[in-house]
Structure formats: C-alpha cells, structure tokens
C-alpha cells in the first residue's frame, strides 16, 4: 500500500491528514513574497509540518483508502494500521522514512519524530503552475534623474500643426457662441434637418441592400440531405488537471497531444491566476475520478491531481 500517494492526494484538499497512531501532517498558507537581496518571487503555498500528538483516527485517511481500493472501512483501518507499525519499526531501527513529495521522518535522541518538508511540491492549487523566478533590480530614482536632465537640455518645440489646432479651437468656441445667440429655434431647425437627410441616407441604403439581396437570391434544385451530428459534450465536476499555461495556444496543443494518446482532454477555463488549465477528463462519479486519477499519475504524469469544480 503506497500510503505516502494516499495522503498526497488529501493534502490538495485538507489542511490536516491524521494516520492513526503515528501522527499528523498539517498544512498552512503562506503568502506569496519577494527576497530584498536576490529578488527571487516565490508564490503562494501550503507549508508541511508534522505533529506527533494528534493520532486519533478521524477517519479520513481510512475512508479515502476504502473508496479508492474498494474494500470494506474495516479493512482498510487494518492495513493502515499495520502499515503504520512497520513504519515505526524501521524507525526504531534508526532507518530515515522517505515520504515521496510529502517529507523525510526520523528519530531523534529523545526518541521523537523529526520531520523534514519537501519542496518539490506546492499543495495549494490556487497557486498551480507558478513557479520561483528572479526579476532584475529596477532602478527608479536614477531614471527619473536622468528624465531631468533630458528635459532641462532638450527644449520642447511648438509646431506649426499645434498652432493650427489652437485657431481652429478659438474659432470654434466662436461658433458655439453665436449657435448659443441665435436661439432655439434655429438649433431645432438645424437637428431637423440632420434627422431628414439621415432618414433618406437610411431608406437609399435600405433599397441598395433590397437589390444586393434579390441578386443574391437562388434556388437549389436538389439540396443536400441534413446531416445530424452526435456529440458527446464533457460533463462532470471532477476534473483531472494536465497544466496550467499562461498562452492559451500552448494550452490548445497540450489538448490535441493528449486527444492524440486517447484523453477526453479540453480548456475548461482560466484559474484564479489567469492560467488557462487543461484537463485529461472530467468524471461525474468521485470513485471513478480517483480511479483514473491514480492510473493517470502511475502510466503518464505523476504530478496530475483531481480538481472539483462545477463549469458552465
């Protein structure tokens, strides 16, 4: 039983995953945030930790071994419980308890358990395809000096097209001047006249397009039979994610190559991120979904996981 893969899974979706008697590995948010030294970015995540005193069996892990294997929670509580005591064994034996993306266990001195975080995995999913990245040093203050200067040398001209724009601005407050003193009536005059030469413009394009039409117009003697096509469109709340690009084209040839080795992959949408996430299939049915999950993850890519999420 690869109980590592088990509790993996619960930690995208759980902030605390209990194996009974042994311990439990919790998780909590940390801010996004920028070294001053090295200008590294380093996104959001979920930070690992391990607490020895929390060992009561909530049933969680238990449950989530019973749905995926299939096997009565009676069952289930058995094999986890002597997977647990081999555990222990080879850590009395002094031997390190590699957990694969979750962590390293070992004994102290004092008999306790130490526990090492990986940092080859980012449990947050809010935060899925960012990843670390260094941004050069941006010097402001010595660009807006050297602006100064520029500006103090290079004297601005005044062209001759700005003078133009200026007269025609002061001979057009005029107009609106004298439209203001001659009243009324001779402003509603004039918006008549525009609504009868728009009205004409209308009904001569109307006649044009009329004769377009009528040219346009045949008859087929013999049409085609319809055709009726049957498509089958994805439906399901339970996704299993591919990728997330922040090109929309990478992520259209992402899908044809999975479309390719047989996936009902497709887009369904932009993350909270603005990432365009591509999924192998969505499923309906939660086992079914876990089921191919684990295979995607065995046979293709081990860092797929199931998104649960209702799409339009």
């Not at 020895?52 to 419980?81: C, F, H, M, R, W």
């Not at 960012?130 to 100064?148: C, G, N």
Request: one cysteine or more; aromatic letters at 10%; glycine letters at 4%.
């Amino acid at each position: 039983m690869q109980l590592e893969t088990y509790i993996s899974d619960l930690l995208y979706r759980y902030d605390c995953v209990i194996v009974p008697e042994f311990g439990a590995f919790l998780t909590h948010r940390v801010s996004a945030k920028v070294h001053e030294t090295t200008h590294s970015f380093y996104p959001p995540k979920k930070a690992l930790s391990f607490n020895e005193q929390l060992q009561s069996n909530d049933g969680l892990l238990a449950n989530y071994i019973a749905e995926v294997e299939k096997i009565p929670y009676e069952i289930a509580v058995k094999k986890l419980t002597k997977q647990v005591k081999s555990i222990k064994s080879y850590l009395v034996a002094g031997e390190t308890i590699a957990f694969h993306n979750i962590g390293d266990l070992l004994l102290n001195n004092e008999g306790q358990i130490n526990f090492d975080p990986s940092h080859q995995i980012n449990y947050l999913t809010d935060a899925f395809g960012l990843s670390q990245f260094t941004s050069p040093h941006v010097t402001r203050e010595v660009l807006k000096e050297e602006a100064e200067e520029i500006e103090k040398v290079i004297p601005i001209a005044v062209t001759t097209e700005k003078r133009k724009n200026r007269s025609f601005l002061r001979y057009a407050a005029i107009a609106v001047v004298a439209l203001t003193l001659g009243g009324f009536t001779a402003s509603q005059y004039y918006v008549n006249q525009i609504e009868t030469h728009n009205q004409i413009a209308q009904e001569a394009f109307n006649e044009q397009l009329d004769t377009k039409v009528q040219e346009a117009t045949f008859v087929i003697e013999n049409p085609l039979p319809s055709v009726t096509l049957n498509v089958e469109k994805p439906t399901g709340k339970y996704h299993i994610v591919a990728g997330a690009f922040r090109v929309e084209a990478n992520s259209d040839k992402k899908v044809e190559q999975l479309r390719d080795q047989g996936y009902k992959a497709r887009k369904i949408g932009k993350n909270r991120y603005g990432l365009h996430e591509v999924v192998y299939e969505s499923h309906s049915d939660r086992i079914e979904a876990l089921k191919a999950l684990r295979s995607i993850k065995r046979n293709h890519n081990k860092d797929a996981w199931l998104l649960v999420k209702t799409i339009d």
